[in-house]
């Protein structure tokens, strides 16, 4: 039996945030996660899942990775008073993390037979 897409409205989502992820667009990754948001095929806990906590796991992983650095467990340490250049080092891929996951979420739920 082939298998089509399914759920063309979390396709796009997933597109937009992969767009957005490669571009380094945040208009279009507000529009990725806003159509994820609005998608009445995911439940409550899904839109969640796809918009909240994924994005929130991201930035737990970049907190943690400047963590690191900062204690000279990891990467390369973080000069006195430079905080915020690794910030700015670090947000983008925090930012693309997080928008992959969805996407790869996205994508995952959209074949889902209901």
Same mark, same amino acid.
């Given at each position: 039996?082939? &298998? !089509? *897409?399914?759920?063309?409205?979390?396709?796009?989502?997933?597109?937009?945030? /992969? %767009?957005? %992820? /490669?571009? $380094?667009?945040?208009? +279009?990754?507000?529009?990725? *996660?806003?159509? %994820?948001?609005? !998608? =009445?095929?995911?439940? @409550?806990?899904? &839109?969640?899942? %796809? /918009? #909240?906590?994924?994005? $929130?796991?991201? +930035?737990?992983? $970049? #907190?943690?990775?400047? *963590?690191?650095?900062?204690? =000279? =467990?990891?990467? @390369?340490? #973080?000069?006195? $008073?430079?905080? !915020?250049?690794? #910030?700015? @080092?670090? *947000?983008?891929?925090? /930012?693309?993390?997080?928008?992959?996951?969805?996407?790869?979420?996205?994508?995952? =739920? !959209?074949?889902?037979?209901?």
């Amino acid at each position: 039996m082939r &298998k !089509s *897409w399914q759920n063309p409205l979390l396709l796009l989502a997933a597109a937009a945030l /992969v %767009a957005g %992820a /490669v571009l $380094g667009n945040l208009v +279009v990754l507000a529009v990725g *996660w806003l159509l %994820a948001y609005g !998608s =009445r095929r995911l439940t @409550e806990g899904e &839109k969640k899942g %796809a /918009v #909240i906590v994924l994005p $929130g796991l991201a +930035v737990t992983a $970049g #907190i943690v990775w400047l *963590w690191g650095r900062t204690e =000279r =467990r990891w990467g @390369e340490p #973080i000069a006195e $008073g430079h905080m !915020s250049d690794a #910030i700015g @080092e670090t *947000w983008p891929w925090v /930012v693309r993390g997080a928008a992959v996951a969805s996407a790869l979420y996205l994508v995952w =739920r !959209s074949q889902r037979q209901k």
